[in-house]
């Protein structure tokens, strides 16, 4: 069983799919425990001085200006979460859930945020116990996720409602069916819980997870596209890409000869044409770009999962609490922005490449690569798939970030709608992995047409793992459900197998 531990080193990316998808269990370090308990005496004491700390001794949001009564301090906790169950729309799925749960669980884990230590194990415990919060998916504007956040966290006092074991429950029914208790909440602990961007950096963990999948798919495609096409590979030779290694192309290029080693196109007169359409010619360009895109995506969500973004915080052993603007995660936006962005420019080559592979006068193949003649459909109609998939992946790549309407009476008059982003995101790459595996039947196809004497060996595994799913396409058939069964083969991870990183350039 795998272990994920809070407190030992920060956590990363993968850490957080483990977590959310694969059944790994948390444990809080006893290490942890005594850093916690140093940073909640400063909150204890700032309590008892009556000093004026934002969210602990008085209210939130526009409300700055009242103080709270330190008999109330219970209380506002609660009414703290409540007040900001304003989720709308349909649910989060469940390892988005636990996602953001687990995101919340490293911020805390920080020690800034003053929280009381038993919080953590409670989080710990709804986890393991494979509590789901039921969180509605609108809400948030990305100044910190303060909506979904009240959704989740207020399981962990017995209110909300939650999914345990198939059936979806009022917050205290699930904690006591899981054997659980609800939790109380001290001074600052509900501000602690939701004044951060868990719902926007734990899924945007599992969106880097599925885009590197799906990345090393498009990359198998573009090959395999380049052997059924007989593309020139010369804008991959290593000399060429020497000349310019624009971020990313190194290895992209690297990937695809490795992926080509054997074929006929590495020998003198084995490409069609000197040079070739751009969607094959600068495929590995547009591919590059992609991969740059995601590893920036990756740096800002892993930096978000190193860092404390809590306000107030706990500045060190001194015990004193600043005020902070540690939930704009502005920079996270602007990333996951660029790659939707990269996302779309990658699917229009890809789309291009698969028009390209039906058109008879560029490959010398039956159009629409039916071998039974042109009473036959063959993959024509499937050009509409792809143009849809295609559109629909550059409509999501629009800008969600540049307008946030002011609220709070104007105080929050900026938000880097970091929900929506990484949301929309996580769309774009959902269509993306359809549209890869419409590239690879595609381009399976055209190669069984062609039929060279000699290809790659790894094109070779890579068509037959094509094949194991979807056969060839002979009379025609509804070809709809074969692309859903590629796309579900893709999603699983078997294309990075053909990523022989052992490979020589």
Not at 161 to 174: N, Q, S
Not at 189 to 197: E, G, R, V, Y
Not at 397 to 414: H, K
Request: one cysteine or more.
């Amino acid at each position: 069983m795998k272990i994920c531990r809070i407190g030992e080193r920060a956590l990363r990316a993968p850490d957080i799919v483990a977590v959310a998808r694969e059944g790994a269990q948390v444990k809080i370090a006893r290490k942890l425990v005594a850093k916690l308990r140093i940073a909640r005496r400063a909150v204890e004491t700032a309590v008892a001085r009556g000093e004026r700390v934002y969210g602990l001794t008085t209210a939130l949001g526009a409300a700055v200006d009242t103080s709270l009564d330190i008999g109330d301090l219970a209380d506002f906790q609660r009414r703290t979460l409540r007040a900001r169950m304003v989720g709308v729309g349909s649910s989060l799925p469940k390892d988005v859930t636990r996602a953001l749960l687990i995101a919340r669980l490293a911020g805390l884990a920080r020690g800034a945020s003053g929280v009381s230590p038993a919080i953590l194990q409670a989080i710990a415990d709804v986890l393991n116990a494979e509590i789901t919060p039921i969180v509605p998916s609108i809400g948030s504007v990305g100044a910190a996720d303060l909506a979904p956040l009240a959704h989740a966290f207020a399981v962990l006092i017995g209110e909300g409602e939650a999914e345990f074991k198939g059936r979806v429950l009022p917050g205290l029914e699930a904690l006591a069916a899981a054997k659980l208790s609800p939790v109380v909440l001290g001074p600052k602990d509900a501000i602690a819980l939701i004044n951060a961007n868990a719902a926007s950096v734990g899924p945007g963990a599992l969106v880097i997870a599925d885009a590197e999948i799906t990345l090393k798919a498009m990359i198998g495609a573009l090959a395999l596209s380049l052997e059924a096409f007989r593309g020139n590979t010369s804008p991959i030779d290593q000399r060429a890409v020497t000349l310019r290694p624009t971020p990313g192309l190194r290895e992209v290029a690297r990937q695809l000869r490795a992926l080509l080693a054997g074929s006929d196109l590495e020998k003198p007169q084995g490409a069609r044409r000197l040079q070739d359409p751009l969607s094959f010619r600068s495929g590995a360009a547009v591919l590059a770009a992609l991969a740059d895109a995601l590893e920036r995506a990756r740096a800002a969500i892993e930096l978000e999962l190193q860092g404390a973004g809590d306000s107030p915080a706990v500045m060190g052993p001194n015990g004193s609490i600043l005020s902070t603007a540690g939930f704009d995660v502005t920079h996270l936006s602007l990333a996951f922005e660029t790659l939707g962005l990269a996302l779309a420019q990658a699917a229009g080559a890809s789309f291009w490449r698969i028009v390209k592979l039906m058109n008879a006068q560029l490959t010398g193949l039956p159009r629409f690569l039916t071998p039974r003649g042109a009473s036959r459909t063959g993959f024509g109609t499937l050009q509409k798939t792809a143009a849809s998939l295609e559109a629909e992946i550059r409509r999501l790549a629009q800008p969600a970030m540049l307008f946030a309407g002011p609220v709070a009476d104007g105080i929050e008059d900026v938000a880097s709608m970091a929900p929506r982003v990484v949301g929309k995101t996580a769309e774009a790459v959902e269509h993306m992995s359809r549209l890869a595996a419409v590239e690879l039947m595609v381009a399976a196809q055209a190669l069984d047409l062609r039929a060279p004497k000699r290809i790659a060996p790894r094109i070779a595994a890579l068509k037959a793992k094509i094949r194991s799913v979807i056969p060839k396409l002979d009379e025609d058939r509804p070809t709809g459900r074969d692309v859903e069964a590629l796309a579900i083969l893709i999603k699983s991870g078997t294309f990075r197998e053909f990523d022989d990183r052992s490979a020589t350039s």
